[in-house]
């Protein structure tokens, strides 16, 4: 399944790669495309949004939407 969330506090190249670790720790075949300019995270993965948005959170961004 794809999410999209709006994410907040992501400025840079570390911040996306930290994201991304973060959501295919929890799931290795997630699929991640992060969107620096419109604070955006695309997942496709198994995870439902609970468990994505733990993920972003718990790497020190607000999932906002």
Known sequence: MTQDL???G?????????????????????????DLAAGRVKAETSLSRAD???????EGY???G
Do not use: F, Y
């Open 10 to 34: 992501m400025t840079c190249g570390h911040c996306a790669r930290a994201v991304t670790t973060a959501i295919q720790a929890r799931d290795p075949a997630a699929k991640v495309e992060v």
């Open 62 to 64: 607000a999932v906002t």
């Open 6 to 8: 709006h994410v907040s």
């Open 52 to 58: 994505l948005a733990a993920a972003i959170t718990g």
